[in-house]
């Protein structure tokens, strides 16, 4: 039986990367996707994944509360934030909510299935170094920075020329 993930954010292009990440293990399937954390709490309650992959900025409740408010039921579960705020104090934040990580935006092509493996296996995940001061390099900040471009550009509506 798969492993079912949630994934909310509320960036159409962020999910749609997230699953071209994911379908990378056939052993894994998103069971849902929800655009906020009002949205998240609902569909953690109903879906009962075993794992969710949620952004912190949305709109209508941030996915720090909606943490807070799902990791209250002791049996919900195990949730890893995915965000592009890449701050020393990240890691004391997410652990307050009851998540169980977070992986940068930035770093999604690097970490995410490394993250999701700990998680399911129920460890935590606060970067590839496991220390809150861990951050990403210049030359992966840019590469993930790229592959987020890409996944905008692929998003847009295809150019045709009268000329063709």
Known sequence: MPARILVVDDHEVVRQGIRTILS??????????????????KLAE??????????????????????????RNKNSAPILIFTMHESRTLADSVRETGARGFVFKSRAAHDLINA???????GTYFGPGGDKQNSPTKD?????IS??????F???????????
């Open 46 to 71: 109903d879906l009962r994944p075993d794992a969710i992959i949620m952004d912190i900025t949305m709109p209508v409740k941030s996915g720090l509360e909606a943490a807070r408010q799902i990791t």
């Open 140 to 144: 992966e900040t840019i590469r993930g």
């Open 116 to 122: 999701l493996d700990v998680l399911l296996r129920n």
């Open 154 to 164: 692929l998003k847009r509506p295809a150019f045709v020329s009268s000329l063709t």
């Open 24 to 41: 990378a293990r056939p052993d894994w399937e998103i069971c849902g996707e929800g655009v906020n954390g009002q949205e998240a709490i």
């Open 147 to 152: 592959f987020l471009r890409a996944l905008d």
